[in-house]
């Protein structure tokens, strides 16, 4: 159907016949384009280029304690350059729309700078800043300013980065400063609390406990051998008295005071204490004398009178009493140093726990100790390069190349604009040559028939015209003409 109407060599041979309309529309789309490119206004581009220096101090004695990437900073000092009070300065210093900022509110002009404005990152050391002005000395000028603020902007922000990190370092130190400090009160109030309880004390405790149980070992036996002596005084001060009365007294009284002595160890300590194995078989002579004493009063039941005491009896009996005050003596420094032996057996026994409680403090005040010192080597790491960004050894911005008055207009693309305004036209005018001949199609040769309908001609007509042509023919070109386009859409 759409074959019918629309053939390749129709179209040709049109083209051919209607050359002069594409020829139009290409000339007035060129004069629409040169109007377009004298009307336009003329904006010129300046840049300046930036380099990216490192520190100059090597890394290796001075550590860099700003380390943003390279990107992620220039964007971050572009949205501060981009701020409103910023431009508005720039828009100030280098005296932009004069004509305009007194009806111009002063958000229109920043907002106009800020387009103008671009920033172009090259690698990892370089970046350009560019921007636009219908003015060449404008465009350089503001270009040149713009890179001049990102380098103080650049130098200011690694400086108060520096800053703020060396504050934050010294405040950390000083709160661990003081952790420390807590931590070794701890310890030393610990080693107070438990001087003679630690493990370093352990072999001298040791050393001392042995030593108190061999002075306790040494009172018993000086015990048992005043017992034995006083047993041996007794005896003789039995066999010296003349009636023995005042002997079995005696026994009896030093019997009772045995037998209560006995008890009171009984409470402390077993049946296999040296002591009370003693007392015991000091009890066990005394009752035997005193049973011995008692069977001679039965058999001689009316002695003879009491004889004067004699000195040999005296002597006995005051030898007997300092051999009891030398018993009690020995019995009271026992019990001493058993308070002394238990004292040490009780530090003995604590040390193990006392060690591992020293222990975890000293090892949380190791580790304070490490964090401290850590601070320590950062805080003057942190001061080292905050001296560094102070004096500009740091890592900086240096301007390559600045900006100057360029000669050419970055906009408009004059070839572009030609070009496309050329292209355009030619194109509108073979849409149009193509619309006309599918309005109206016509063959106009035998070759243009055959080629659409492949078939033979046998008879050719030439063309009658009269000098009036009729009604009904215009009318019937008018209906084909309808009809194509009919089936032209309908296809």
């Known amino acids: 159907m759409m074959q019918d109407v629309f053939n390749l060599p129709a179209v040709l041979n049109n083209l051919r016949r209607l050359w002069w309309v594409p020829t139009i529309t290409l000339l007035m789309g060129a004069c629409v384009s040169f109007v377009l490119c004298s009307r336009l206004p003329r904006i010129y581009q300046a840049s300046t280029l930036i380099l990216v220096e490192p520190q100059k101090i090597p890394t290796n004695y001075v550590k860099p304690i700003v380390t943003t990437p390279v990107e992620n900073r220039i964007k971050t000092i572009q949205q501060q350059v981009s701020s409103r009070s910023r431009l508005e300065k720039i828009i ?26 671009r920033v172009e990152v090259r690698g990892l050391s370089t970046f350009k800043v560019y921007y636009e002005d219908e003015d060449p000395q404008v465009a350089a000028r503001v270009a040149n300013a713009v890179a001049s603020l990102f380098i103080s902007e650049n130098v200011s922000a690694r400086k108060e980065e520096a800053q703020s990190i060396t504050r934050f370092l010294e405040q950390q130190l000083g709160a661990k400063k003081s952790e420390l400090e ?91 204490h040296p002591e009370v194995i003693l007392l015991k078989r000091q009890i066990a002579q005394l009752e035997e004398q005193l049973a011995s004493k008692a069977e001679d009063r039965a058999v001689d039941p009316a002695p003879a009178p009491t004889a004067a005491m004699s000195v040999r009896e005296q002597q006995l009996r005051s030898q007997i009493e300092e051999i009891n005050l030398s018993i009690k003596n020995l019995i009271r420094e026992s019990d ?10 009780n530090r003995v026994a604590n040390a193990p726990r006392n060690e591992a409680a020293l222990l975890t403090l ?23 390069a905050e001296s560094l960004e102070q004096e500009r050894q740091g890592e900086s911005f240096i301007i390559l190349d600045r900006a100057v008055p360029p000669a050419r207009p970055y906009k408009p693309n004059v070839n572009q604009i030609m070009s496309f305004g050329c292209v355009l036209g030619l194109l509108l005018g073979v849409g149009v040559a193509l619309m006309v001949d599918i309005a109206m ?34 009318r019937l070109r008018y209906l084909i003409s309808l009809r194509n386009l009919f089936r032209l859409t309908k296809g």
């Not at 100790?369 to 942190?382: D, G």
Request: a negative charge; glycine letters at 4%; zero cysteines.
């Open 441 to 474: 199609p016509k063959f106009h040769s035998e070759d243009e028939l055959v080629a659409a309908y492949n078939i033979p001609v046998l008879v050719s007509i030439p063309s009658l015209v009269s000098a009036q042509p009729s009604q009904s023919a215009n």
């Open 362 to 384: 000293k090892r949380d005040y190791d580790i304070m100790q490490q964090s401290y010192l850590e601070l320590l080597r950062n805080r003057t790491q942190a001061e080292m």
């Open 92 to 117: 100030v210093d280098q005296d932009l729309f004069a004509d305009l900022r007194a009806t111009t509110p002063m958000e229109d002009l920043v907002a106009r700078v800020d387009r103008h404005m």
């Open 336 to 345: 001493r140093i058993k308070a002394q032996i238990g004292d040490y057996e």
């Open 182 to 272: 807590m931590q070794e009160k701890r310890i030393t109030e610990f080693n107070h609390l438990h001087m003679a309880e630690l493990p370093a004390q352990r072999d001298v405790n040791f050393a001392l406990l042995e030593g108190y149980r061999g002075r306790l070992k040494s009172n018993i036996d000086e015990i048992s051998k005043q017992q034995d002596r006083k047993i041996v005084l007794e005896k003789t001060l039995a066999e010296t008295s003349g009636t023995g009365i005042g002997n079995v007294q005696t026994a009896a009284v030093d019997l009772d005071q045995k037998r209560a002595r006995l008890a009171e160890l009984k409470s402390q300590f077993t049946e296999q």
